[in-house]
């Protein structure tokens, strides 16, 4: 498998509060991609980086913001947290080719 | 802009059976991937199949294996001696052939929550 760690697996917070998920990688990847995956949507896009302090917004963006100071980690910030970011946060990673990893997700839920 | 339409939000099959789950996608371009990845209940996406829009031959993978109708813009997958362990969620995606400008991103149907039954 794949060296990708999401960090928290599981996290509860208050709606206004904000919330950063991490995602690490050991194989030093150049790609790293955040999607979202809600019931009826399959899997959304947030937010993608191509190298370090390289990033640009996907399908889903209002309301994210991530940065990437090191290869091996992309933050995925909520600023103010909202019921409607309630989903399954997954991170990917690739290299220069099609083959994407997964991580195994964190279960944000905002109440 | 691309899209991928997984029309059938559940399917069940019979143990051994054979079942086939549908997808439909949206794009201009001509060189370009297609996958199949499959989600168990414990959330791991697992990479079942993988085409390559510029083979004509339809990819399988032991019991997996897909009818893709390139000008028709189908990707089906077709699951045979179905097992217990097949059920899962299936998702069906899209990515550009051209990853430098599109940076590699995947494009996700709805998926299809299949069950299996014994």
């Known amino acids: 498998d794949a060296g990708i760690t999401q960090s928290p697996r599981h996290k509860v917070t208050e709606t206004g509060t904000p919330v950063t998920l991490r995602c690490h990688q050991t194989?030093?990847?150049?790609?790293m991609y955040w999607y979202r995956q809600d019931p009826g949507h399959g899997l959304r896009l947030i937010h993608y980086s191509y190298g370090v302090k390289d990033t640009d917004k996907g399908e889903v963006s209002d309301g994210y913001s991530v940065s990437r100071s090191k290869t091996e980690d992309f933050l995925l910030t909520l600023e103010s947290a909202t019921s409607s970011q309630t989903s399954v946060y997954f991170c990917a990673i690739g290299q220069n080719n099609e083959k994407l990893f997964f991580g195994s997700g964190t279960q944000l839920s905002v109440l | 802009a691309q899209t991928v339409t997984q029309s059938q939000p559940e399917m069940s099959v019979q143990e051994a059976e054979t079942v086939t789950l549908s997808c439909t996608y949206d794009t201009s371009e001509s060189n370009y991937y297609l996958f199949w990845y499959k989600q168990p209940p414990s959330r791991q996406m697992i990479l079942v199949i993988r085409q390559e829009a510029y083979k004509q031959q339809n990819a399988t993978e032991n019991r997996f294996s897909v009818n893709f109708q390139k000008a028709a813009k189908s990707f089906s997958l077709k699951i045979s001696d179905s097992q217990l362990g097949d059920t899962a969620m299936y998702f069906c995606?899209?990515?550009?052939?051209?990853?430098?400008?599109?940076?590699?991103?995947?494009?996700f149907g709805q998926g299809t929550e299949l069950s299996v039954k014994p």
């Open positions: 194989e030093n990847h150049r790609y």
């Open positions: 995606a899209f990515m550009s052939g051209f990853f430098y400008n599109q940076g590699g991103k995947l494009i």
